[in-house]
């Protein structure tokens, strides 16, 4: 079992490492949102396969048991939590946590987020920007890139209070205001 105070990976290598197809899906992944490198893909795979197996399991229980408060239990507190963290919306059912994509999670991230909302010219300089402190959720500085945004607080993302980037004089901001228009 090991030290409970020990953090254990949380991610699974690929049984096929030299895989052609996989790791050119990686990599086009890997530059489109921005990431450090591919352990943070496969950290986002295997959150996608706990909550596969935990909708397989819930399909298999749903056969065996007649027992139907029980049944609509879990399956509401599986979909509202994935709706809560953004992965799928209110109408959702178990079909579409078994079709989610690597896509949706790493769309949560605080780094993705920062980018789609134009604070950053892009994905790497929203991670930088992450990571220095400029950023703050609900006025809260957040320096973790990969923090999953849940879906209340997706409008709560902005520059933190002592930032430099507060300024609208900032070089960088009028930069940022030029890309988007």
Known sequence: MGYPGKNTKGYEAPKRP???QRIEDETRIVIEYGLRNKREVWR???VLRRYRKAARELLAFMSQSSDEQQIATKKEHLLGHLNRIGLLGPDADIGD???LKIQQPLERRLQTMVYRQGLA?????ARQMVTHGHIAIAGRRVDIPSYRVPRDQETLISYYGTSPLTSEGHPEIERINKKRR
């Open 44 to 46: 986002a795979q295997s």
């Open 121 to 125: 010219r892009s994905p790497k300089q």
């Open 18 to 20: 030299f895989e052609k």
């Open 97 to 99: 946590v078994l079709s």
